[in-house]
T-cell receptor, first 119, second 108 residues
Framework: EAGVTQFPSHSVIEKGQTVTLRCDPI?????LYWYRRVMGKEIKFLLH????????ESGMPNNRFLAERTGGTYSTLKVQPAELEDSGVYFC?????????????????FGAGSRLTVL | AQRVTQPEKLLSVFKGAPVELKCNYS??????LFWYVQYSRQRLQLLLR??SRESIKGFTADLNKGETSFHLKKPFAQEEDSAMYYC??????????FGTGTKLQVIP
């Protein structure tokens, strides 16, 4: 079974430019999350998709961030225009729907992360 | 609002010593608690969850609803336990919230 895939692994851009991060979740996982690790430590929630719908986007810092999940499959996170404080590692994770009652429900499988450096 | 607190940023212990990583939470309802771990150059991964009531790599964690805690414990630390540990809380359709993480350093 393929894991959660994120692309690119590392992106270096200048302030004001645009970057789009992509996440391919595990096939069949309805839940898709975006998180950001700041200062190398804290993992902060950005948003949560259930299939193609945004269940919770309370963690999105501002309107420069736009997340989509077309067709309930892969997701993209666009930052436009990027600012210095957007630097960090962006993690994507997916999980089975809790209503499946399976042992994997609510257990997050993480991607390797996309490191964003804004200069 | 759900919140997870890990008071220690860094915990250093000698090999063979007991380990306890602290985690406290706030949640209005019945929470589901997890411990995730990230070893060097590896992905963040699940270590254990409270509903499984199992021991993974010698680690255990007991949910104490009275103290709203979910501390991670291991009687004898090993060098390979050195990693970043995150306590997390989630329930049903709600988001999974992570603590700030504790770096465990096991000294040979």
């Amino acid at each position: 079974e393929a894991g959660v895939t994120q692309f690119p692994s590392h992106s270096v851009i200048e302030k004001g430019q645009t970057v789009t991060l992509r996440c391919d979740p595990i096939s069949g996982h309805d839940n898709l999350y975006w998180y950001r690790r700041v200062m190398g430590k804290e993992i902060k929630f950005l948003l949560h998709f259930v299939k193609e719908s945004k269940q919770d986007e309370s963690g999105m810092p501002n309107n420069r961030f736009l997340a989509e999940r077309t067709g309930g499959t892969y997701s993209t996170l666009k930052v436009q225009p990027a600012e210095l404080e957007d630097s960090g590692v962006y993690f994507c994770a997916s999980s089975q729907d809790w209503r499946t009652g399976s042992s994997g429900a609510n257990v997050l499988t993480f991607g390797a992360g996309s490191r964003l450096t804004v200069l | 609002a759900q919140r997870v607190t890990q008071p220690e940023k860094l915990l250093s212990v000698f090999k063979g010593a007991p380990v306890e990583l602290k985690c406290n939470y706030s949640y209005s309802g019945s929470p589901e608690l997890f411990w995730y771990v990230q070893y060097s150059r590896q992905r963040l991964q699940l270590l254990l969850r409270h509903i499984s009531r199992e021991s993974i790599k010698g680690f255990t964690a007991d949910l104490n609803k009275g103290e709203t805690s979910f501390h991670l414990k291991k009687p004898f630390a090993q060098e390979e336990d050195s990693a970043m540990y995150y306590c997390a809380l989630g329930r049903g359709y709600q988001k999974v919230t992570f603590g700030t993480g504790t770096k465990l350093q096991v000294i040979p």
